[in-house]
């Protein structure tokens, strides 16, 4: 009867995206990995901290996550996403708020970069609150 074993644990910064190997023979060759974002990337082995060697082959033309269009009350939906400096999930750093001629507000946020300011989304959400 083969034993239980724990899975392992890994020390790496918050954002940080893991690729794991999970069959027990070497592999060789050319990984893909989606990542999000922009900018140089920097891969190491979790086994000996050695660098990877890395080259950005395609960029999208767009870093649009979450696209929604909500009225009066559902922006409640949109709020409940808001945590600290995160919407979704993502890190936050920076916010822009346009209000629109028709009455409107349009709110974009962009995602942090690892090493990066975040910001506390506490103001925002009481604007997108009051917009709605």
Not at 7 to 28: C, F, G, K, L, M
Not at 29 to 49: N, Q
Request: hydrophobic content about 35%; some cysteine; aromatic content about 2%.
């Amino acid at each position: 009867m083969p034993c239980a074993r724990s899975p392992p644990t890994v020390d790496v910064p918050p954002s940080s995206t893991i690729v794991v190997n999970s069959t027990a023979r070497d592999r060789s060759g050319v990984v893909s990995v989606p990542l999000p974002g922009r900018g140089p990337v920097h891969l190491v082995a979790l086994d000996d901290g050695s660098p990877c060697p890395t080259q950005v082959v395609h960029t999208t033309t767009t870093d649009e996550g979450i696209s929604t269009v909500v009225v009066g009350q559902k922006i409640r939906w949109v709020l409940e996403m808001m945590r600290g400096p995160e919407l979704a999930g993502a890190r936050i750093t920076r916010v822009e708020h346009e209000a629109l001629a028709d009455g409107s507000h349009e709110f974009t946020f962009h995602d942090a970069a690892p090493g990066e300011a975040e910001v506390d989304l506490e103001t925002t959400r009481e604007q997108a609150a009051g917009a709605g």
